[in-house]
């Protein structure tokens, strides 16, 4: 069974750090193209990093550059969205995203790119 399950959300403070983790199974994630996007409340889901299935070539918001970084750990077959110096405008629900030998448009991602989903985890930043 595919899957991908995200962990490591929960509440921090203005300015404070977390990292999201997201587990694959039933593929391998090492031939994909990996990516993070968000959805806030009242708001359109949205691109926040990515890394092409080649690791050749990247892209993240504007937003998230100089703070967020987005990694994975074939051996251990997970993905990461570090992030850093959160602001309460960082409180979104979290999604990872996986699309096999995918790409990352240098225009920005769309949910239309990925194929496989995780259920998402909720960060929230307190003032």
């Known amino acids: 069974q595919v899957q991908l399950v995200e962990s490591g959300g929960g509440l921090v403070q203005f300015g404070g750090s977390l990292t999201l983790s997201c587990a694959a199974s039933g593929f391998s994630l090492d031939q994909h193209a990996i990516a993070w996007f968000r959805q806030a409340p009242g708001k359109e889901r949205e691109g926040v990093a990515c890394i092409s299935s080649s690791g050749a070539s990247s892209w993240s918001a504007a937003f998230a550059k100089g703070r967020f970084t987005i990694s994975r750990a074939n051996n251990k077959n997970t993905m990461y969205l570090q992030m850093s110096s959160l602001d309460t405008d960082d409180t979104a629900a979290y999604y990872c995203?996986?699309?096999?030998?995918?790409?990352?448009?240098?225009?920005?991602?769309?949910?239309?790119?990925?194929?496989?989903w995780g259920q998402g985890t909720q960060v929230t930043v307190s003032s």
């Open positions: 995203a996986a699309e096999y030998l995918g790409g990352c448009r240098h225009r920005g991602i769309t949910e239309t790119d990925f194929d496989y």
